[in-house]
Each structure stands twice: as C-alpha cells, then as structure tokens.
C-alpha cells in the first residue's frame, strides 16, 4: 500500500484485501475511497456503514475508521494532504475556494450516511475513479491539471448525490453580516483579525478571503480593518474616555509610539491633534 511521503501531496493506491491490513486508524491526510468490487462494514466514527461495489467515502484526519472486510474488496484510496487543493488554487471554481474540499471533507453527515448514487452518477464515477488510476502512472500526478479537475467532479457529484437524499450540505452559506460581527468583537486583538485566522473561522480559504471581502463589501479588507480601528480610536480620544496608553494597550499596540505612528500612517497627523478640530 502505497503512504504519502514528505514530499507528495497526492497518491493514488489501488489494492485488494480479504482482511483490511490495518486496525481503526486515523491519518494526518484526507482519503476518498472507492469500492470497485466486494462488501463489508465501514467501521467510520463508530458508525457501521454496510458497504458494496460501487460506494464511496470520504476520510479527514479529524475522523478513525476501519474495513471489516466480509467479501474480498477492490480499494481505490487518493490521498491527499491540505496542501494539494491549496498549491492547485489557480484552477479552483469560486465554490471550492469559498468551501475548500477539505472543509466539505469533515461534514458529519457523510460520516453517517451512505451514499446512495443513482445510476448516472454511479456511471460516471466509475469512470472517473478509472481515469484517475489510468493516469496515475504518470509523473508528477499532484501537479496534474487533469488529475485535480477529476478528483474536483467527484466533489460535485457527492453534492449532488446529497441535494437527492434530502442530505444538508453544511459550511456553504456564508453569512456578511457575521463576518462584520466577528470582526467588531475582535477588532482590538490583531491576532483574531488576520486574514488566515478569520478565513479559517469562517471556512474560507485563506488564498481567496481578500478577493471574497472585497466584492462583498466594496472595499478590501486592510482599508475596513485600518477604518474601524481609526474610527473607534478618535471617538476614544474625543470623548476623553481613556489615554494613549491605555487606548494603545486596548488595541494591541506595543506602545504610544506605536499607536502614534499607525495613527499618522492613516491619517497623516498624530492622535494629539485630534483635540484641535
């Protein structure tokens, strides 16, 4: 079986097995795995998810499972770590850069379901898996555009195949108003509001929240951060409601000067001359 090495981040490994040849495991990757043939029990977070030729299931590193093999199975595993959907942003659709694949990959209900293709999609990702393992004796298969566009038409088909059982799709609504929310509650420590924490918390990629901010919301999100901040240190100094000092250590600035330099980047005059309008 093939494992991913420290310099991959996607392997393709098809094998055949009478008994699964591990325990209940967890990875510090993700996996799809298809069915090509055989039947068993999916030991998958405690659930028993009774298995045949044709299922699939998706693996993150959150998540431990076991193959109780009951009928000699054919496994199709791709493997990949949350580099690849990263390192292949350039050829992403919108939806998947808004709701990565990894993110999708931790949806509860896929751990407690199993899905139930109709014959269409069964057809055609039966061919997809077969055009996967095809290529896979090419070089450089992560780097593949070819690769990533059919790994990619399996994640539509999932979605698919979901919207037919009545399954909810979690993680795809992004809400403005609470990333606005989230940002005035944290706007005074600048760890919170860094692009990666706040696309994190919200499922966006990281990669595409700046883009993403921006068409929502006109402006990009530096300027929305800076104004804010601007704004609440000026109604702080107007009202007289707390010093410098204190004003600096309520924002995470490491000192006066630090707060007075911001300040004048912003505004082009340091916070003392605000009480002269």
């Given at each position: 079986?093939?494992?991913l090495?420290q310099?991959?981040?996607?392997?393709?490994?098809?094998?055949?097995?009478?008994?699964?040849?591990l325990?209940t495991?967890?990875?510090?990757?993700?996996?799809?795995i298809?069915?090509?043939?055989?039947?068993g029990?999916?030991?998958?977070?405690?659930?028993?998810l009774?298995?045949r030729a044709?299922?699939?299931?998706?693996?993150?590193?959150?998540?431990?499972?076991?193959f109780d093999?009951?009928k000699s199975?054919?496994?199709?595993?791709?493997?990949f770590?949350?580099?690849y959907?990263?390192?292949?942003?350039?050829?992403?659709?919108?939806?998947?850069?808004?709701?990565t694949p990894?993110?999708?990959?931790?949806d509860?209900s896929?751990?407690?379901?199993?899905l139930?293709?109709?014959?269409?999609?069964?057809?055609?990702?039966?061919?997809?898996?077969?055009n996967?393992t095809k290529?896979n004796?090419?070089?450089?298969?992560?780097?593949?555009p070819?690769?990533?566009?059919?790994?990619?038409?399996?994640?539509?088909?999932?979605?698919?195949?979901?919207?037919?059982?009545?399954?909810?799709?979690?993680?795809?609504?992004?809400d403005n108003?609470?990333?606005?929310?989230?940002?005035?509650q944290?706007?005074?420590?600048p760890k919170?509001?860094?692009?990666k924490?706040?696309?994190n918390?919200?499922?966006?990629?990281?990669?595409?929240?700046?883009t993403?901010?921006?068409r929502?919301?006109?402006?990009t999100?530096?300027?929305?951060?800076?104004?804010?901040?601007?704004?609440?240190?000026?109604?702080?100094?107007?009202h007289?409601?707390?010093s410098?000092?204190?004003?600096?250590?309520?924002f995470?600035f490491?000192?006066?000067?630090?707060?007075?330099?911001y300040?004048k980047?912003?505004?082009n005059?340091?916070?003392?001359?605000?009480?002269?309008?």
């Open positions: 079986m093939k494992k090495n310099f991959e981040s996607l392997v393709i490994d098809e094998f055949e097995e009478e008994k699964f040849h325990p495991h967890s990875h510090t990757y993700y996996e799809i298809y069915i090509l043939k055989g039947n029990i999916h030991h998958l977070n405690k659930n028993l009774p298995y044709g299922d699939l299931f998706v693996i993150s590193p959150d998540d431990e499972h076991y093999i009951k199975t054919r496994f199709v595993f791709i493997k770590t949350d580099t959907f990263n390192s292949n942003k350039k050829l992403s659709c919108d939806e998947f850069l808004l709701n990894e993110n999708f990959m931790r509860q896929l751990k407690e379901n199993v139930r293709f109709d014959e269409t999609c069964k057809i055609i990702l039966k061919n997809t898996i077969e996967i290529y004796c090419k070089t450089n298969i992560s780097s593949s070819i690769i990533f566009y059919q790994i990619l038409s399996i994640f539509g088909l999932i979605k698919e195949t979901m919207r037919g059982m009545n399954m909810q799709i979690t993680g795809n609504a992004i108003d609470q990333i606005i929310s989230y940002i005035h944290n706007i005074y420590n919170l509001v860094q692009i924490t706040i696309a918390h919200f499922n966006i990629s990281h990669t595409y929240f700046g993403y901010f921006k929502n919301f006109s402006l999100y530096r300027d929305y951060i800076n104004n804010l901040k601007i704004q609440l240190i000026e109604k702080r100094i107007i007289k409601q707390l410098i000092k204190q004003i600096a250590y309520e995470g490491t000192d006066e000067s630090h707060l007075s330099n300040y980047k912003q505004r005059r340091k916070p003392s001359e605000i009480k002269k309008d």
